[in-house]
Nanobody, 129 residues
């Protein structure tokens, strides 16, 4: 079965940290650009961070302005896993977080936040005191 499964969400106090994980099964995540999205209550889903299939340097990772300097995306192709390290969390970071994957082919194909091939079901992050 081809799927992505997120984990690591939970309740955290403002200023705290959390690491989200996303595991792929049934396909090789190394062949895909990966992205993290989030959807807060009553709001549209938004792109948070993405990473291209190949690390070609500047531009191979991207972050929403709202999370720059606080979130970090990474991947472990050997484990077929993707991670999102979140620090200095704010109440406005509260949302369901989704990982997604998009097949790319070219070395310089960038990561994007549309036309994803696979989606996880999400993990809830709540930032509250």
């Amino acid at each position: 079965q081809l799927q992505l499964v997120e984990s690591g969400g939970g309740l955290v106090q403002p200023g705290g940290s959390l690491r989200l994980s996303c595991g792929a099964s049934g396909f090789n995540l190394a062949d895909y650009a990966i992205s993290w999205f989030r959807q807060a209550p009553g709001k549209e889903r938004e792109g948070v961070s993405c990473m291209s299939r190949y690390d070609y340097g500047t531009g191979s990772t991207n972050y929403a302005d709202s999370v720059k300097g606080r979130f970090s995306i990474s991947r472990d192709n050997a484990r077929n896993m993707v991670y999102l390290e979140m620090s200095s969390l704010k109440p406005e970071d509260t949302a369901v977080y989704y990982c997604a994957a998009r097949r790319t082919h070219g070395y310089y194909d960038p990561c994007v936040w549309y036309d994803m091939d696979y989606w996880g079901k999400g993990t809830l992050v709540t930032v509250s005191s």
